[in-house]
Nanobody, 124 residues
């Protein structure tokens, strides 16, 4: 069983930055593809970024490409999401998730473990 705990959410003005962290339990973190998702009120959960087990490959949704950066530290069992140039439409609950795969995964149904989520609110 893998447990994930997100942190770093909060309230920020448009144009600002936040850095989300997701710490995972377990001793095989590098064997998991990690993803960041978000869910806004009334909308489906969507993937915004993913990273392979080694950290060598990444994926970004078009809506965040060029503004968000996903990274991981396999010594600290942590995945990060640096969010710059935040917009009001980025307001959502952000979740990290882990998939038992070395390559990055973009389909939500293939993720095995989820964190509890952290709220990000961007004011205009």
């Amino acid at each position: 069983q893998v447990q994930l705990v997100e942190s770093g959410g909060g309230l920020v003005q448009a144009g600002g930055s936040l850095r989300l962290s997701c710490v995972t339990s377990g001793r095989t973190f590098s064997r998991y593809s990690m993803g960041w998702f978000r869910q806004a009120p009334g909308k489906e959960r969507e993937i915004i970024a993913a990273i392979s087990g080694s950290g060598g490959s990444t994926y970004y949704a078009d809506s965040v490409k060029g503004r968000f950066t996903i990274s991981r530290d396999n010594v600290k069992n942590t995945v990060y999401l640096q969010m710059n140039g935040l917009k009001p439409e980025d307001t959502a609950v952000y979740y990290c998730a882990a998939a038992r795969s070395n390559v990055f995964i973009v389909r939500i149904g293939e993720y095995d473990y989820w964190g509890q989520g952290t709220q990000v609110t961007v004011s205009s």
